[in-house]
């Protein structure tokens, strides 16, 4: 099956094509023409994605990428030898997403194929089935990790998802970019505090600054990261220390992404040991790109000796169109009622993973 993906729902435009075979469980996937493009420089001024900005950049750059990606692939860009078109319809920004749908059904109708909406999460969960050859075993369990999401997700079966525990205000990505936004560290604030956090590791054994954990003694799996963003927020004010002060930051750094990475860790063993049944531990989203949290997730896998752990390959960790084709094409062998009946597809900026919602 030949998948030509497209995804605009935040600051990332990207364009795959992408052709995919076998079980779902161990599917083979070649990527025949792979673009991107990130906005992230023109947003890091503003330290936040704008969406009337990103919409503006995604109407520029998405026919470019198309034709890149067609032209890496070898294809004739007017009739592509494809079997489906699959595009983000949400989570995200709204606006930003209407570009990528927009695009889709003008090039379904054009070329005769049938247009996949899809769910971007899910988009990160399955990208963890690129780059490997092995069969991801159900039931899994998934902590989504992104700018807008933090979520742990119960995945009994492809196609067969509930969402278990979330957080309560602010993403764990956005905390991150917040907490850099304060320290004065451009956007996106993931990789700086991360970065930032490594030097002071390396200075010392100790960071003397003690930040909450919030909710991490609370008996449900959510989350909250708004709170520890204000406690980040009163340090930085009653410590007094200069902007200058790299030091102070490094140590900052740390002790943030040291509270928000434990609460994560915490939760997700706690997941693991309520649900008894799982096979598989998926960590995917932008900051599954961050080393810390993929190091004391090892530590608790390997508490848990029957769970294989899958993470993304770095090329698919954050944005990308790679993981949007991959999601398309287990919505299309479960068979997902949507697929059966061709409606308009609309964005939605709220839609959550569910079975109902269509993945
Ligand atoms: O999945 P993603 O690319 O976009 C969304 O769907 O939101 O995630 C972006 C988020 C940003 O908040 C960024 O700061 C965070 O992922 N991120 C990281 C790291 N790399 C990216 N957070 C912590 N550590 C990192 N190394
Ligand atoms: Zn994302």
Known sequence: MRILAIETSC???????????????????????NSLLSQIQLHEKYGGVYP??????????????????????????ESPNIDCIAVTAGPGLEPALWVGITVAETLGKKWNKPVIPVNHMAGH??????????????????LLVSGGHTELVYVKD????????????????????????????????????????????ERKEEDEIKLPRPMIHSKDLDFSFSGLKTAVLYKIKSENRSDSDSEFKEDMARAFEDAAIE???????????KLDNIKTLIVAGGVAANLHLSQEIKKIVNEFPDISLRMPTKLLTTDNAIMIGIAAFIKIGIGSEILKNQIAIK???????????GL
């Open 158 to 201: 492809f196609g067969d998802y509930e969402i278990i525990g979330k957080t309560r205000d602010d993403a764990v990505g956005e905390a991150f970019d917040k907490t850099a936004r304060m320290l004065g560290l451009p956007y996106p604030g993931g990789p700086q505090i991360s970065r930032l956090a490594q030097l002071s590791r």
């Open 347 to 357: 964005a939605r900026g709220n839609l959550s993973i569910s079975p109902v919602q």
């Open 52 to 77: 009337n900005l990103a919409k503006r950049e995604h109407e520029k750059n998405l026919p470019i990428l198309l034709e890149q990606t067609l032209e890496e692939a070898g294809e004739d860009k």
């Open 11 to 33: 600051d990332e435009t990207a364009v795959a094509l992408l052709e995919i075979n076998g079980a779902l469980e161990k599917p083979d996937i070649k990527i025949l023409g």
């Open 263 to 273: 609460v994560l860790v915490e939760k997700t063993r706690r997941a693991l040991e």
């Open 125 to 142: 969960m399955f990208s963890v089935l690129y780059g490997t050859y092995e069969a991801l075993v159900m039931p899994a369990l998934a």
